[in-house]
């Protein structure tokens, strides 16, 4: 029985949607394998793959290997036709702690026709190698304490900086209990329960489990 077209381009997208998922799966093997891995295939997936999710893998699994061979492939990222590819490269670069590429994510991360997502990952990315600029700009959106929305943003950058050094400047967003105006469904872990009503709290706790590692409640200024 022939298929249909629909069944074909389904099919096909499946085949692109198993290769994303490979390409993490043989990282995450080889990961916990004694000889180091070969990055030759994630290089392959960012230069070459003719699939945004392919290139994009790629480009988060090189940051992840910590391979400072990898930063000029990852610059050249930048300049991906898929804003997500560039916004996983910029991100990359940050857990490189590659400090001599701050001038390029400044210049790119300024451009007007940026994806929000992206501009975010770029921000991030610049977080995560201290750029003075962005930390002043990040750090005064947080003591601002007249718009919850601009609070919660910061804190939720500041959480995804990995930069420890920071988690006490996230302490005061627990006492937090504004809403941010995000909108965003989220599930209370003990009762199971969905709320749009999201708090600078919630995002403050989240912020600082991520940075520390430790669980963090509304009035607790430290651990449970």
């Known amino acids: 029985m022939a298929l249909s077209p629909e069944e074909i381009a389904q099919g096909v997208e499946n085949l692109w949607q198993l290769k994303h998922v490979a390409l993490w799966e043989a990282f995450l093997q080889a990961k916990g394998h004694p000889q180091p891995v070969d990055p030759a295939v994630f290089r392959e997936a960012l230069v070459s793959d003719p699939d945004p999710r392919n290139r994009r ?101 500041i959480g995804f900086s990995a930069r420890t050094e920071l988690a006490p400047t996230l302490l005061e967003s627990l006492e937090d209990a504004r809403e941010t105006g995000q909108g965003t469904v989220r599930t209370d872990r003990q009762t199971g329960c969905q709320t749009r009503k999201v708090l600078v709290q919630d995002v403050a706790v989240e912020a600082l489990q991520r940075l520390t590692g430790k669980t963090f409640a509304y009035d607790m200024w430290g651990s449970e």
């Open 57 to 157: 893998a790629g480009a988060e699994i090189l940051g992840e290997l910590g391979l400072r061979a990898e930063i000029p492939l990852l610059r050249r990222a930048l300049e991906d036709p898929d804003s997500f590819v560039r916004g996983a490269a910029a991100i990359s670069l940050g857990k490189l702690k590659d400090a001599s590429s701050l001038s390029l994510l400044a210049r790119f991360s300024e451009g007007k026709d940026l994806h929000p997502r992206e501009k975010e990952q770029f921000l991030i990315a610049r977080l995560m190698l201290a750029d003075p600029r962005t930390d002043r700009a990040v750090l005064d959106q947080l003591a601002d304490a007249s718009s919850p929305w601009g609070r919660a943003h910061a804190v939720e950058l």
